[in-house]
């Protein structure tokens, strides 16, 4: 079974079709990048399959079921999605926040028992907010607060992760260490997609990529083949420099063309 498909989806959205007919397959172990120019439908994409967004045409499945056929408390344990806004409207501790992710396993009103709470405090260790954890999450900058949510994605141990811009806002250092955890929980029979600008590190820690432009998917398959001198040019317009290693691919984004 894969655990991610869609077919032929598209997505109408003011009369303009922000999706157009994607077909997406993602599988077990896999972290796959999703990638594009401002506007080209990569979050409406991603809503979709999280379920939040409908679709006119098309199927999406998620691990053998299409989502809109799904109870919300099953899917809430099968996806953990990190949307773009890292907003919290309420004033939570960081611990609580993170504690929200254990939520779709508890009955109304059930406190966390102790192995919920290993998996708090081990999510919290793992995105770097242990330290954070009785302050409250209108109080942390922007990188702490976007750290803390991405705690809450690790502690819903979910078999796929929906990650939607998780590095924007971050130093150089957490952007490397979310990207690695990432590829990890792919690497523990996990399915990832994650919405990127960064290409470099598209190119170093997905296994697969795929390049929408104006709502069609334009290039899919390893880095190395979607991040092409022509595809950059068609969809980005720029041009990248490549490392020259041919066992070590990096693309580094140079100038506009």
Not at 9 to 31: C, I, P, T
Not at 118 to 138: F, N
Not at 226 to 236: C, G, Q, T
């Amino acid at each position: 079974m894969i655990p991610v498909e869609t077919h032929d989806v598209s997505v109408n959205l003011g009369n303009r079709w922000v999706v157009d007919h994607a077909n997406l397959e993602l599988h077990q172990g896999e972290m796959v990048g999703l990638i594009g120019p401002n506007g080209a439908g990569k979050s409406t994409l991603m809503k979709t399959i999280a379920g939040l967004q409908f679709y006119q045409k098309g199927v999406v499945s998620v691990l053998g079921k299409e989502v809109f056929a799904s109870y919300h408390s099953t899917l809430a344990k099968d996806v953990a999605y990190l949307p773009q806004s890292h907003e919290v409207h309420w004033p939570l501790t960081v611990r609580r926040v993170v504690a929200l992710g254990r939520l779709p396993y508890l009955q109304p009103w059930q406190k966390l028992s102790a192995a919920d709470d290993a998996l708090v405090d081990e999510a919290m260790q793992e995105a770097d907010v242990a330290h954070l954890a009785d302050r409250s999450i209108h109080e942390l900058a922007g990188g702490e607060r976007t750290l803390t949510l991405i705690a809450r994605v690790l502690a819903n141990q979910s078999q796929i992760i929906l990650a939607d811009e998780p590095v924007a806002g971050l130093d150089p250092n957490h952007q490397i260490q979310v990207m690695q955890l990432l590829r990890e929980r792919a690497g523990n029979k996990k399915t990832v997609l994650v919405v990127l600008h960064d290409l470099a590190l598209a190119a170093r820690f997905c296994h697969k990529l795929y390049l929408i432009h104006k709502g069609k998917i334009l290039a899919a398959g390893e880095p190395k083949k979607v991040l092409s001198p022509e595809n950059l040019a068609a969809s980005y317009h720029i041009e990248a420099k490549y490392s020259p290693d041919p066992d070590e691919f990096y693309v580094l984004p140079w100038k506009k063309i």
